[in-house]
Every structure is written in C-alpha cells, then in structure tokens.
C-alpha cells in the first residue's frame, strides 16, 4: 500500500465565515473538506450566545503548496480581526492522488 504525505490543514472559524471560507479553499485547490460542529474556549474564552451558531470546524487534505496558500489566506483576511484559528499538520494517507 503506497502511502503519499500531504498536509492536514485545520481551521475552526465562527459559522458566519464558514460558505465564504469553503468557496476560497476549493478556489485554491482543495478537492473536498469535512465540516463539523465545535465548541471551546480560546484566548477570548467562550462566545456569550449561540445565535449565530456554534463554531464549525473545516479540515482539507491537500499538497503543501495549497496547504501554505490555505494557511496565508486565513491569516491575512481573518486574523486581524476575528476568532479564528488554522494549523497544519503533515499526514500519510492512501490514494494520495485524490487529493492533489
């Protein structure tokens, strides 16, 4: 089984960014994603209401180009200004070209 290394990229983000987030990360290589609804507290403790929605969670798996891409977008047009987080991580997966 051949294993090919890409990077698993993570970015919890409040729902409000969560279309415009998407859209930009399939504009800029990403070939799928998983969403999923999260809770915590960071550095500016827990939201006060859930009116807008819970936090969401949105992982790709993508090459280390698109994963550098993904990580400057975020950082550049969210961090400034909201509560939003991303990292990334290399990982092994099977059928690495479904991905890249």
Do not use: Q
Not at 56 to 73: C, L, P, Q, R, W
């Amino acid at each position: 089984m051949k294993l090919t290394e890409l990077f698993l990229v993570t970015i919890i983000t409040e729902r409000y960014f969560r279309d415009d987030i998407i859209e930009k990360l399939k504009e800029l290589g990403a070939k799928g994603y998983t969403l999923t609804d999260t809770t915590g507290e960071g550095s500016r403790g827990l939201r006060a209401s859930d009116f807008e929605g819970k936090n969401v969670k949105i992982e790709v798996v993508v090459s280390k180009d698109v994963g550098n891409a993904i990580i400057d977008f975020i950082a550049d047009v969210y961090f400034e200004n909201y509560s939003v987080i991303a990292y990334a991580y290399p990982v092994k997966v099977v059928r690495g070209d479904k991905y890249i």
